[in-house]
């Protein structure tokens, strides 16, 4: 009796294994990332620290050095609804921070800031300028 409800388990076991299973591989995962192009390349976010004399900090992303990201370079910060709240203005990149200098706009904490599409930029410097009066 045993021999054969082990008998009757192995063959169901291996009828189980025997059983096509459709697989999709065009799904994607919520890790992986479209192909192509973005328009907007992140290069990160606002740091939460306080902005002096119109310089404010971002925490880079690991994409930012995928592109030509240098000092210099022009970037906008937007916010989670993506509308454009400041021009900003590379000046030093150490590490995985930056440290940039606000020419139009005020960014908010936790800002994303992208390499801006012509189109983006355009949306951006419609911002006013950042006043400097003291």
Same mark, same amino acid.
Not at 50 to 78: C, H, M, N
């Given at each position: 009796?045993?021999?054969?409800?082990?008998?009757?388990?192995?063959?169901?076991? *291996?009828?189980?294994?025997?059983? #096509? *299973?459709?697989?999709? *591989?065009?799904?994607? !995962?919520?890790?992986?990332?479209?192909?192509?192009?973005?328009?907007?390349?992140?290069?990160?976010?606002?740091?939460? #620290?306080? #902005?002096?004399?119109?310089?404010?900090?971002?925490?880079?992303?690991?994409?930012?050095?995928?592109?030509?990201?240098?000092?210099?370079?022009?970037?906008?910060?937007?916010?989670?609804?993506?509308?454009?709240?400041?021009?900003?203005?590379?000046?030093?990149?150490?590490?995985?921070?930056?440290?940039? !200098?606000?020419?139009?706009?005020?960014?908010?904490?936790?800002?994303?800031?992208?390499?801006? #599409?012509?189109?983006?930029?355009?949306?951006?410097?419609?911002?006013?300028?950042?006043?400097?009066?003291?």
């Amino acid at each position: 009796m045993r021999h054969a409800l082990r008998i009757l388990m192995f063959a169901g076991l *291996v009828g189980c294994a025997h059983q #096509s *299973v459709e697989v999709n *591989v065009t799904a994607t !995962t919520g890790f992986e990332k479209p192909t192509g192009v973005p328009t907007n390349p992140r290069v990160g976010f606002v740091a939460r #620290s306080a #902005s002096t004399y119109g310089v404010v900090v971002i925490q880079l992303v690991r994409e930012a050095f995928q592109g030509p990201i240098k000092v210099d370079d022009i970037v906008v910060a937007r916010n989670r609804t993506l509308e454009p709240t400041a021009v900003l203005k590379i000046l030093e990149i150490r590490g995985m921070a930056a440290r940039v !200098t606000i020419l139009r706009g005020q960014p908010g904490p936790e800002d994303e800031v992208v390499l801006p #599409s012509h189109k983006l930029r355009e949306a951006a410097e419609a911002l006013p300028a950042l006043k400097t009066d003291t």
